[in-house]
């Protein structure tokens, strides 16, 4: 699979098969992840998988916009080092989970990312999990063999490209 067929093709699934995966795959992505551009090259993060079925339920309670973690067979947390990027880590983290995303797709899994960074969920996701004091939870990612097949739509290009100055519709 090519990066734009990768990209324009993949979705955020909520439903898995009960299939295991694979930790040769789980290392793939992660590599992938750790290969992801960052300002200065401070590599602000870390990756935390878990596959315990009883995490990963306490997980989804947690987060309420998550529960089918419970049901993925890996769920991925990724953690931003703010000491080594205090002004851009949560970009930087982001693009890395962007990588780990698109591996995982093109090698026929399923992913969907909830935001932590900043919400209710991520102090008590942070005890859950052990994650020292100065670490940041920037999201958790939910990976497994999808069970559901979404469709796709997107705003048409022009609709959201501007050229020169915002509002000046063509070039």
Same mark, same amino acid.
Not at 24 to 29: D, F, G, S, T, Y
Not at 123 to 144: A, F
């Given at each position: 699979m090519d990066v734009m067929e990768a990209i324009k093709t993949r979705r955020s699934i909520r439903k898995y098969k009960s299939t295991p995966v694979e930790d040769?795959?789980?290392?793939?992505?992660l590599e992938a992840a750790r290969w992801a551009p960052s300002a200065n090259n401070s590599q602000p993060?870390? +990756?935390? %998988? #878990?596959?315990?079925?009883?995490?990963?339920?306490?997980?989804?309670?947690?987060?309420?916009? !998550?529960? +089918?973690?419970?049901? @993925?067979? /890996? /769920? %991925? %947390? +990724?953690i931003a080092d703010p000491g080594r990027s205090s002004n851009w880590y949560h970009g930087d983290v982001a693009v890395s989970v962007q990588n780990f995303l698109l591996a995982a797709h093109s090698m026929g899994l399923g992913t969907c990312w909830m935001g932590v960074l900043n919400t209710p969920f991520e102090?008590?996701?942070?005890?859950?999990? !052990?994650?020292?004091?100065?670490?940041? #939870?920037?999201?958790? %990612? @939910? /990976? !497994?063999y999808p069970d559901e097949k979404p469709g796709r739509n997107r705003r048409p290009l022009e609709e959201i490209t501007h050229w020169e100055k915002y509002g000046l519709k063509s070039k």
């Open positions: 040769e795959k789980i290392i793939e992505c993060w870390e +990756f935390l %998988v #878990v596959k315990n079925p009883e995490t990963r339920r306490k997980l989804a309670e947690i987060h309420r916009y !998550g529960r +089918f973690m419970a049901d @993925s067979p /890996v /769920v %991925v %947390v +990724f102090e008590p996701i942070r005890k859950l999990l !052990g994650i020292p004091d100065g670490l940041r #939870v920037l999201c958790t %990612v @939910s /990976v !497994g």
